[in-house]
């Protein structure tokens, strides 16, 4: 992970650090979040405050967040909101926290300027022994605070001013105004300057959580199912009408038709479908390079194109899909028919424009591994763990292009592969409703209700 860490593919972004002040206020909230303490001087944190350096010290990744299902935080800054989220449980997590430090942006920098934040995502599941216990997770709030109890100071205060004001003898209570003067002495003019936080709460429809070998549960969307990277047998039942694994690929792709959820890539309006196309072509021949011990230091598209041609006969049918689907975009080809049973079928489609865009394509990335980028930009997580089965001539490869290419514009990069352009008017069409077969069998055929050993 040498490479990764250098190139600032791992651990980049993270805030450091290394005043004393801070790490003070560091430890007092992990002290009242713990009960622990950290030893060292400097460290870097995530957006959510866990310390991969702490983690080692503890020999506990998982410091901040027990059991791996109630992410605690610590906030020393604002700045935090644009630092990834290491070791994530659950695809949501990171997008609630940035959420909450952008929607209370101005309390936070106040509130941070004195103390640390520290506080929970809660919601009612503690503990995952089983898969059942996933869907129990409906809904996510956050609690946070000062060390010092700041806001719930704050809160008291500002119940103490109303009393105040409208209690006709409140000028005479001389225990109430000098509770009042006690408090302020903390808070500041609360009247004035209102310390508090927004109550925030998160709807949990549609996620991944890394728990049970990785799991993707829609909710939310006209036809409910769990997709489970492992075998689908080992959860048991679940309560949710489909369950299907990847190995349930016609069903998995019969499910993201049915739900609008994807569209052929070189369909996609604004962007170069050819280009993207050929860039995924690049990556199985690398695949297939490596493999051989081919050395790949240095390698340009043109020198991956010539070994292309060196490995003709070797490159795998995900390759060969691809080519036929350029060939479409490019050259006035027949559409090639590429059906869920071929292996780069997955490769041919991303996320239509929808809240739950980023979920499908971490997905797909999932799906469709050989395409190195788009498994690095949507599900890192999955994209380390396969770094390491990696030949050291892919790694390297790998580690240079994204570094490379991908570093030096993210934005413009995710834009290009991702974006979507406003649709144009089209007229309105009535879909014929749905054929009573979908009640029968299920809409996606081979896969039954509660059924996951057939």
């Avoid at 490995?311 to 028919?337: S, T």
């Amino acid at each position: 992970m040498h490479r990764l860490i250098e190139k600032g593919l791992m651990f980049g972004n993270l805030i450091r650090v290394d005043s004393p002040v801070l790490v003070d206020r560091y430890n007092r909230a992990l002290r009242s979040l713990t009960g622990k303490e950290t030893s060292l001087g400097a460290f870097h944190i995530d957006i959510s405050g866990f310390s991969p350096e702490i983690g080692d010290e503890f020999d506990d990744p998982l410091y901040l967040n027990h059991a791996g299902v109630n992410r605690q935080f610590i906030l020393l800054t604002t700045e935090q909101k644009a630092a990834p989220l290491l070791n994530a449980k659950f695809s949501t997590s990171r997008g609630i926290l940035r959420q909450f430090i952008t929607e209370n942006a101005p309390q936070l920098f106040a509130l941070t300027a004195r103390d640390a934040v520290a506080g929970e995502l809660v919601n009612t599941v503690y503990a995952l022994d089983d898969p059942k216990h996933l869907f129990e997770i409906r809904r996510v709030r956050i609690e946070a605070d000062t060390t010092s109890g700041t806001v719930a100071t704050a809160k008291k205060l500002g119940a103490m001013i109303d009393q105040f004001k409208s209690e006709k003898d409140a000028w005479f209570d001389d225990v109430l105004i000098g509770q009042m003067i006690g408090l302020a002495k903390d808070t500041g003019d609360v009247a004035r300057n209102p310390v508090t936080l927004k109550e925030m709460s998160f709807d949990q429809d549609n996620f991944w959580t890394a728990h049970f070998g990785g799991l993707y549960i829609f909710r939310g969307v006209e036809h409910p199912a769990a997709i489970s990277v492992a075998n689908k047998a080992r959860l048991g039942e679940l309560p949710i009408p489909f369950q299907m694994d990847f190995q349930d690929r016609a069903a998995i792709a019969k499910f993201l038709q049915l739900n609008d959820l994807v569209e052929p890539v070189a369909k996609a309006r604004g962007i170069d479908a050819g280009a993207i196309l050929h860039q995924k072509m690049d990556f199985v021949v690398a695949e297939v390079a490596a493999a051989l011990g081919e050395s790949l230091n240095g390698a340009s598209r043109r020198d991956l194109r010539n070994m292309g041609r060196r490995f003709a006969k070797l490159l795998p049918d995900e390759w060969q899909g691809l080519a036929a689907l350029a060939r479409w975009a490019e050259e006035d080809a027949p559409w090639p028919r590429i059906t869920s049973s071929h292996p780069a079928y997955f490769y041919t489609l991303r996320a239509k424009d929808h809240p739950d865009a980023d979920l499908v394509n971490m997905l797909l990335s999932e799906l469709a591994p050989l395409d190195i980028r788009q498994l690095f930009i949507c599900h890192k997580e999955a994209f380390y763990k396969a770094y390491v089965t990696w030949p050291d001539e892919k790694k390297a490869y790998v580690a240079d292009f994204l570094a490379n290419e991908y570093q030096v514009d993210k934005a413009g990069t995710r834009a290009a592969l991702f974006g979507h352009e406003a649709p144009m008017e089209e007229p309105h069409v009535v879909s014929p409703p749905m054929s009573d077969l979908i009640d029968r069998v299920g809409p996606w055929g081979a896969v039954k209700r509660r059924s996951p050993w057939d």
